[in-house]
């Protein structure tokens, strides 16, 4: 429910494989084959630029998140459960 509200408020890139339910990376790694075929078999140009976002999170003010769902008129009560989610957390690892 948190996940179907959220995405209405705040769509995210169809090639966005974190966080969702998805086939995974595969997808867009047999798209990039295809491109890279493509554009050989034509004779093009081609940039590519692969991102690593690992620990995004660590890196964005929880506050912000907040204010960000608060401007796309989220829910109070979703809110409230994302910030929830972020208070008071603990990885422990044996």
């Known amino acids: ?12 890139n169809p090639r966005q494989r974190g966080f ?8 867009n790694v047999k798209l990039l084959q295809l491109i890279v075929k493509h554009v ?16 995004a999170f660590d890196t964005v003010c929880h506050q912000h998140i907040i204010m960000g769902l608060m401007q796309r ?11 929830k989610m972020h208070k008071n957390i603990f990885t422990y690892i044996n």
Request: charged fraction near 25%; glycine fraction near 8%.
């Open 20 to 27: 969702i339910r998805a086939v995974g990376c595969s997808e």
């Open 40 to 55: 050989k078999k034509e004779h093009k140009e081609l940039g590519t630029v692969f991102m690593d976002i690992a620990k």
């Open 1 to 12: 429910i948190l996940t179907a509200r959220l995405t209405q408020a705040c769509p995210i």
């Open 73 to 83: 008129g989220v829910d109070p009560h979703i809110i409230h459960l994302v910030g």
